[in-house]
Structure formats: structure tokens, C-alpha cells
């Protein structure tokens, strides 16, 4: 009897040890254990986070509400890297990449899309009407003219004047942080116009992940670039068994470490969000030092328990949170390198 109450004993001290070190990586949400539960990338990511919750709150699917979500920024022309009204590559031409992923395993992409607003959902019909996972150029669009999707002009008057500017001085080089950043000098970081790709990633109440991830590319890009957002396993990653991660910032370095793939294959591993999200904006640093240095790349991810972290290299990046407690979460997410 003595034996057993000592294993009893023994195995509740193991137990609280064990959750207090889990507790020292928690992520904000570890200790409420939300679901439903929506998050994506940016300050604006609010606004997409809330039509997202319309369909999860609703006992909805996460697929669809990631879908919903990210419509929102596509549509907003004030949003100059996202959908129409996206800066154009350094030809003229707004071009479109996007990609979705569902608890299934399913996936469907498109990449330099022009002439659809809505790149998210072409994306969609890619993966659920055809053999392929990816799309890309005159061949996307043909399938999206054949499916119902209207032929519009995706560069608006203010997306024109940015690039008539830029055509002055033809320098192509990636902004730092121009996710909190604009050419117009009063719209100043951390207000309602701050924009960049959107990567979203829900759990829905039936406890099964989809993401989603869109943008229109880096401002006057060349003709023909392609970054990480509609690569499956960079720009975004969903295992149901595990979790989902997204990415924001330069792709191209996003790529050279399958990045989203490697941060939910950290979590299975075992670690937290955050600190997955952190490793490997590590191995961006460690592969290309004085790279990392210049530019800006962020993870952002969600776990199957609804724990939720971000890292990146740079200060300033930001992520949004909608649960049932609070629509319009907004959290500064940590970063490798001191501010400047």
C-alpha cells in the first residue's frame, strides 16, 4: 500500500513538473485552450480576422473561413500588396499569388495571376476541381475566366502613380518593414494602412486547421517573380495532426528553408509556436548572416490545441488574434535582431 501511495505521490509531482515547464513556453493562448480560434499576419489582419469569425463562430468549416478572411484584404484597394490595387511588378503588370490548404492535406495554388481580384479562390477551385496543386500565369487565369471569375484591372490610379514614381530612379530593392510602411508619409506604422502579404490559419470548433495565403508580390518586382506565398510548405504549411504556419517578408529566403514546412514539422517535434517560428527564422540567419541583417521575414503559427507564436528577424512585424474573448487582438511579435 505504501508503494503505491509513493507512485501515486511521485507521479502527481512528475505531472506538475511537467506542466510548469510546458507553462514557461506557453503562448498567450495556452492557458485558455480557445477554440474556434483565427489568426493572421499584420494589423490588418483585424479586419480579415472578423469576417473569418462570421464563418467560425457559426460552427463553420476553418477552410471556408480562412477563404472569407483573406477576400477581405484582396478587396481592399487601400491595401497596396494584397489583390487588386497591388503595386505592379516593374513592367506595369499587378500579378497575383496565392495559395490554400485544408485539414485534408488538400492544396491548390496560383501564381502571377493578373486580372482576378480574388486569387484566394482560385486557388480554392484549383484544388478542388483539377489533378494539379498549382496554376500559374495565362493558364490561371484561363481557369478562372472558364469558372466564372471576370476579367477586371487590377492596377488602380493610386497603384500607377506609385510606380510612375518608382520608374524615376528604377531601383529594385526589398523595403525593410514595408509591411508597416507606405509612400505616403502620413500614414505612419501601426495605423489602419499598413499592409503586406496576409497569411491566415484557423482552428474551427470541430478542432480541424486550413490557412490560407495571399498577396500581390513585392512592389516592382520583375517581370515574372514568383515568391514564397503560393509555394505549399514556404508560404504556408497545414498538418491537422499537428498544426499550420505561415510566413510574411522576403520570399525568396522563405524558400531556401521551405520555411512553413519546417516550423510545423518543429512543432510536431514538440516545440511551442513561438519557439518554432524562432528556430527557423534562426536558419535564415545562419545560412545568409549579413542577408538577414537587410531584410524582413516572419513566421506565424497555430498548434492543434489552439497555442499560437510568431518570430522574426526584424522589430515591427505584428499579428492579429480573433476568438470568441476578443475580435480585434492585436500582438508585436518578437524578433531576432535589436531595433534600429
Given at each position: 500500500m505504501g508503494s503505491r501511495r509513493q507512485f501515486i505521490k511521485q507521479s502527481f509531482v512528475g505531472a506538475v513538473a511537467a506542466s510548469s515547464i510546458g507553462d514557461l513556453f506557453a503562448s498567450p493562448a495556452a492557458a485558455t485552450g480557445i477554440r474556434p480560434i483565427v489568426i493572421s499576419t499584420w494589423d490588418f489582419g483585424v479586419a480579415a480576422n472578423q469576417a473569418a469569425w462570421k464563418v467560425l463562430q457559426t460552427n463553420g468549416r476553418?477552410?471556408?473561413?480562412?477563404?472569407?478572411?483573406?477576400?477581405?484584404?484582396?478587396?481592399?484597394?487601400?491595401?497596396?500588396?494584397?489583390?487588386?490595387?497591388?503595386?505592379?511588378?516593374?513592367?506595369?503588370?499587378v500579378t497575383l499569388d496565392a495559395c490554400i490548404m485544408d485539414e485534408l492535406g488538400n492544396c491548390g495554388s496560383v501564381a502571377a495571376l493578373e486580372h482576378v481580384t480574388h486569387a484566394i479562390s482560385v486557388a480554392r477551385l484549383v484544388m478542388e476541381k483539377t489533378p494539379h496543386v498549382m496554376l500559374v500565369g495565362e493558364g490561371a487565369l484561363q481557369f478562372a475566366l472558364e469558372n466564372g471569375f471576370e476579367r477586371e484591372n487590377l492596377l488602380i490610379p493610386s497603384s500607377e502613380k506609385a510606380w510612375k514614381e518608382w520608374l524615376?530612379?528604377?531601383?529594385?530593392?526589398?523595403?525593410?518593414?514595408?509591411?508597416?510602411?507606405?509612400?505616403?508619409?502620413?500614414?505612419?506604422?501601426?495605423?489602419?494602412?499598413?499592409?503586406?502579404?496576409?497569411?491566415?490559419?484557423?482552428?474551427?470548433?470541430?478542432?480541424?486547421?486550413?490557412?490560407?495565403?495571399?498577396?500581390?508580390?513585392?512592389a516592382f518586382?520583375?517581370?515574372?517573380?514568383?515568391?514564397?506565398?503560393?509555394?505549399?510548405?514556404?508560404?504556408?504549411?497545414?498538418?491537422?495532426?499537428?498544426?499550420?504556419?505561415?510566413?510574411?517578408?522576403?520570399?525568396?529566403?522563405?524558400?531556401?528553408?521551405?520555411?512553413?514546412?519546417?516550423?510545423?514539422?518543429?512543432?510536431?517535434?514538440?516545440?511551442?509556436?513561438?519557439?518554432?517560428?524562432?528556430?527557423?527564422?534562426?536558419?535564415?540567419?545562419?545560412?545568409?548572416?549579413?542577408?538577414a541583417k537587410e531584410i524582413q521575414v516572419g513566421f506565424l503559427a497555430l498548434n492543434k490545441k489552439g497555442e499560437y507564436g510568431s518570430y522574426a528577424l526584424q522589430s515591427g512585424f505584428t499579428y492579429a488574434v480573433c476568438h470568441k474573448e476578443r475580435q480585434d487582438l492585436i500582438i508585436k511579435g518578437k524578433h531576432i535582431f535589436p531595433a534600429g
Open positions: 476553418a477552410l471556408d473561413a480562412v477563404e472569407q478572411g483573406v477576400k477581405v484584404a484582396e478587396a481592399d484597394l487601400s491595401n497596396p500588396t494584397v489583390g487588386k490595387g497591388g503595386y505592379p511588378d516593374r513592367d506595369g503588370h524615376k530612379e528604377k531601383q529594385y530593392k526589398p523595403i525593410m518593414n514595408i509591411e508597416n510602411k507606405s509612400f505616403n508619409t502620413e500614414r505612419l506604422p501601426g495605423n489602419q494602412y499598413n499592409h503586406d502579404t496576409i497569411g491566415m490559419l484557423a482552428l474551427d470548433a470541430q478542432g480541424n486547421l486550413s490557412g490560407a495565403c495571399t498577396t500581390s508580390g513585392m518586382k520583375m517581370r515574372g517573380r514568383v515568391g514564397d506565398s503560393p509555394i505549399i510548405g514556404a508560404g504556408l504549411y497545414v498538418d491537422n495532426e499537428v498544426g499550420g504556419a505561415t510566413s510574411t517578408g522576403v520570399g525568396e529566403e522563405v524558400i531556401r528553408t521551405v520555411g512553413s514546412f519546417l516550423v510545423v514539422e518543429l512543432m510536431r517535434q514538440g516545440y511551442p509556436p513561438e519557439e518554432a517560428c524562432k528556430e527557423a527564422v534562426e536558419r535564415i540567419v545562419k545560412k545568409k548572416p549579413a542577408t
